[in-house]
């Protein structure tokens, strides 16, 4: 295991611990775990891109900058629409599907690994879909009268 890659996954891990601490002490906010989702999407980009770092730059030169910062502003995206607190679902969506895409992309190579992050993305693209309002609940119905509020028993 070489010195990047040793870092990577530190990183990462750090990151991970960091979203799973900040989603135990915030249970009752709904946003929290698509948030905690969306920052282990970074920790594991981070930790992916340092980790082939060496390799990438050594194989392509300097088109590894666009070639891993693709991915690297696609885990930031998300973040920064959940901190502006506009269209993160739709944000963390598109942001899934282009580093999916990316990594299928690069897939012969080293880019096969952005695979996991882009579905770390789409778990916190599904978790930060909240209910339509005006949507009936499921225990709408179930009043005194059994369901049957506007009709009178004789």
């Known amino acids: ?14 990151i991970a611990v960091a979203a799973l601490i900040y989603l135990s002490r915030r249970r009752a906010a709904p946003h929290a775990l698509g948030r905690s989702l969306r920052l282990l999407a970074l920790g594991v980009t981070l930790g992916i ?20 910062g693709v991915p690297t502003v696609a885990a930031l995206l998300p973040l920064g629409a959940d901190l502006a607190g506009r269209a993160v679902g739709v944000t963390t969506t598109l942001a899934a599907m282009a580093m999916l895409t990316w990594g299928l992309l690069l897939g012969l190579g080293d880019g096969v690994y952005l695979v996991i992050p882009a ?4 778990a916190a693209a599904i978790a930060s879909i909240t209910p339509r309002r005006g949507m009936p609940s499921p ?16």
């Open 119 to 122: 579905l770390i993305l789409g």
């Open 49 to 68: 891109v340092v980790a082939v770092l060496p390799a990438t730059v050594s194989d392509s030169g300097p088109a590894a900058g666009y070639l891993l």
């Open 139 to 154: 225990t709408a119905g179930t009043g005194p009268q059994g369901g049957r509020e506007g009709h009178r028993s004789p």
């Open 1 to 14: 295991m070489s010195v990047a890659a040793t870092v990577g996954g530190v990183l990462a891990l750090l």
